[in-house]
Nanobody
Framework: QVQLVESGGGLVQAGDSLKLSCAAS????????IAWFRQSPGKEREFVAA????????SYGDSVWGRFTISRDNGKKTVYLQMTALKPEDTAVYYC????????????????????WGQGTQVTVSS
């Protein structure tokens, strides 16, 4: 099963940009759709973005559409989340996750449908 490790989080100011990485181990990484979720204290985990196995199809949550871009490099077994025009409300722990059942297609935005998760990386945006 694929294992995921996030990195790239940090403290930035409103309006700044930040790029997160999700590095995978295992030989099956390129088979899976990968998504980013985020969770802030007291709130449910929220869908941010997803990419199909090839990167050819992407999906975004309404709150980040037009500001965040998801991409992947299967040769490096890594998925990226480029975040621009960051807002204080983007502050959260960001997780990447693999959809082990979708055969690489983008579809679900539900936490329960993702079977492999990383440990998360904190993003804090100050005003």
């Amino acid at each position: 099963q694929v294992q995921l490790v996030e990195s790239g989080g940090g403290l930035v100011q409103a309006g700044d940009s930040l790029k997160l990485s999700c590095a995978a181990s295992g030989d099956t990484f390129s088979m899976y759709a990968i998504a980013w979720f985020r969770q802030s204290p007291g709130k449910e985990r929220e869908f941010v973005a997803a990419t199909s196995w090839s990167g050819g199809t992407t999906s975004y949550g309404d709150s980040v559409w037009g500001r965040f871009t998801i991409s992947r490099d299967n040769g490096k077994k890594t998925v990226y989340l480029q975040m621009t025009a960051l807002k204080p409300e983007d502050t959260a722990v960001y997780y990447c996750a693999a959809d082990l059942k979708s055969r690489g297609l983008v579809g679900s935005k539900r936490v329960v449908d993702f079977g492999a998760w990383g440990q998360g990386t904190q993003v804090t945006v100050s005003s």
